[in-house]
């Protein structure tokens, strides 16, 4: 797997169409990066290239959102930020859902790491020169 940089926001579009062909075969996807690097943003235009018909916002509050595609499949959306203990996340039933067979998106993983199935695709966003974000992939989790 290759990097994915965007220069601009106005390339967030194509960035996300070559997240998915790179990425086919994986389920759950790690998104590691600083607060305001882009996650959610990334996050938001990966599900709108995979015809999500609900809108896709942050789960800061909720901590899981749940959207559906046009074909009807389910893709769970999670922010960890708010959680203390990783105890919070065996009582939202997160096994169920990382185990669903469906795309699970986590923001904010390192709050929930030991949980994370070993199929999990680390992707660590980072700011590059010119306020241009790399989006660098890793199926080790070291990220």
């Known amino acids: ?20 062909s790179q990425t086919s075969g994986y389920k759950i996807f790690a998104f590691y990066g600083e607060m305001g690097v882009g996650k959610t943003t990334l996050i938001k235009e990966i599900c ?18 749940e959207y559906i ?7 769970y959306h999670f922010d960890f930020y708010r959680i203390n203990k990783i105890e919070e996340a065996f009582d939202l039933g997160i096994e169920e859902y990382f185990y669903s067979n469906n795309l699970c998106f986590i923001e904010w993983p390192e709050k ?23 989006i660098e992939m890793n199926d080790d989790l070291n990220p």
């Open 112 to 134: 929930i790491e030991a949980l994370l199935p070993v199929n999990t695709l680390a992707v660590k966003i980072r700011i590059g020169m010119n306020n241009e974000r790399i």
């Open 69 to 75: 595609t046009d074909k009807g499949d389910r893709i």
């Open 48 to 65: 709108k290239k995979l015809h999500v018909v609900n809108m896709v916002s942050s789960p800061s509050f909720s901590i899981i959102n």
């Open 1 to 20: 797997m290759g990097n994915i940089k965007i220069a601009s926001l106005d390339r967030i579009s194509i960035a996300a169409e070559e997240f998915i």
